[in-house]
């Protein structure tokens, strides 16, 4: 599981990344440069997150969210986060072997956290491989502003099961 701030920023790239090449989601006739519509900085994070809002507000499901709107920055990318973590924290829970770590781990700890998943899977280290050491991802907490930070917690405290909670919070309070 990975910070749900960082998370959102990085989901964010992932949709700079592809957004040209696909010409979906109503820009099909932009002619501009993605740096030009969204910016790889927190004021291009920004611009996304209002038309990612944009778009959720104007849903059928906009009433749910009305409360966090102007708070929360990406409400639906958040809310997918959310949705996303309770379905999985469910399925560990229903006695398929799973396993679970935090994304940090493999920063904090690679060789603990490689040999817990090579073990999970029953595999052993290749003697004739190399691990390349982990490429721990950015941080993005410059990228919201501590009202934002409060908000959003809100908003996990109010949408995450309380087992997704456990998991999130166990790193992120």
Not at 106 to 127: C, G, M, Q, R, V
Request: hydrophobic letters at 40%; a neutral charge; one cysteine or more.
């Amino acid at each position: 599981m990975r910070n749900p701030l960082d998370n959102i920023v990085s989901r964010f790239h992932l949709f700079r990344r592809n957004l040209f090449g696909s010409r979906k989601i109503g820009l099909a006739n932009l002619n501009a440069t993605a740096d030009e519509v969204f910016p790889r900085s927190a004021d291009g994070f920004r611009k996304y997150c209002s038309f990612k809002d944009k778009e959720l507000m104007q849903s059928k499901d906009a009433a749910l969210f009305r409360e966090f709107h102007g708070e929360v920055p990406c409400l639906s990318e958040f809310f997918l986060y959310i949705q996303w973590h309770n379905s999985a924290v469910h399925a560990m829970s229903g006695g398929v072997p799973s396993l679970f770590f935090h994304y940090e781990d493999w920063s904090i700890s690679f060789n603990k956290t490689s040999e817990a998943l090579l073990d999970f899977l029953h595999l052993e280290a290749s003697p004739k491989g190399r691990i390349d050491s982990f490429q721990a991802g950015k941080r993005y907490d410059d990228y919201y502003t501590a009202d934002e930070k409060h908000a959003i917690a809100r908003f996990i405290d109010c949408f995450a099961s309380e087992k997704t909670k456990e998991k999130i919070h166990l790193r992120y309070e």
